[in-house]
T-cell receptor, first 116, second 110 residues
Framework: AQTVTQSQPEMSVQEAETVTLSCTYD???????LFWYKQPPSRQMILVIR??????QNATENRFSVNFQKAAKSFSLKISDSQLGDTAMYFC?????????????FGAGTRLTVKP | EPEVTQTPSHQVTQMGQEVILRCVPI?????FYWYRQILGQKVEFLVS????????KSEIFDDQFSVERPDGSNFTLKIRSTKLEDSAMYFC????????FGPGTRLTVL
């Protein structure tokens, strides 16, 4: 079974600074996907970034980038130039690359507060 | 941009009553999912659905739960006899390159 661990329940950062959220996972699969989702107070789940395990290049989306270390099973999220609107829960998630069974497994989340 | 929609946004029900949560996935997606998030906890997988049948379900998805795709657009989650511990946010998702989540239905069981 796959497990996802987020060891930082809460973090804070000053506006315009950079913050890194940690995520580790455990799997015996060789091909899979990793995601970061943002959940603001509205509780909607918003996809932030996606990484395919077979790609060595780290994914980036504007101010968001990941550090994917496959051997270490680590998948951290870096937010640059933090904005007040980045305040939210952030969930790391794992999904097998299996055509029919792609349920997503989530970590417990990290609550990020961006301070003005 | 296409999105997953869910209705209602908030459902209040009495313990023991049946509820049906509705979802309209993104139209060209083929894989559909339900997840649950109890307040303050992580998102948990309930069930996945493909080709008009359940492809995988978690231990949470017991006999009181069922899913259906009654027509070409809707995807429903039925809870037959609700319990207090069913109070949670229920998310529907559909999959293209990634899983896209609906806004959720907040279920409150009194």
């Amino acid at each position: 079974a796959q497990t996802v661990t987020q060891s930082q329940p809460e973090m804070s950062v000053q506006e315009a600074e950079t913050v890194t959220l940690s995520c580790t996972y455990d799997t015996s699969e060789s091909n899979y996907y990793l995601f970061w989702y943002k959940q603001p107070p509205s509780r909607q789940m918003i996809l932030v970034i996606r990484q395919e395990a077979y790609k060595q290049q780290n994914a980036t989306e504007n101010r968001f980038s990941v550090n994917f270390q496959k051997a270490a099973k680590s998948f951290s999220l870096k937010i640059s130039d933090s904005q007040l609107g980045d305040t939210a829960m952030y969930f790391c998630a794992f999904m097998k690359h299996d055509s029919n069974n792609n349920d997503m497994r989530f970590g417990a989340g990290t609550r990020l507060t961006v301070k003005p | 941009e296409p999105e997953v929609t869910q209705t209602p946004s908030h459902q209040v029900t009495q313990m023991g009553q049946e509820v049906i949560l509705r979802c309209v996935p993104i139209s060209n997606h083929l894989y559909f999912y339900w997840y649950r998030q109890i307040l303050g906890q992580k998102v948990e997988f309930l069930v996945s659905f493909y080709n008009n049948e359940i492809s995988e379900k978690s231990e949470i998805f017991d006999d009181q739960f069922s899913v259906e795709r009654p027509d070409g657009s809707n995807f429903t989650l039925k809870i037959r006899s609700t319990k207090l511990e069913d109070s949670a946010m229920y998310f529907c998702a559909s999959r293209g390159r990634s899983q896209y989540f609906g806004p959720g239905t907040r279920l409150t069981v009194l």
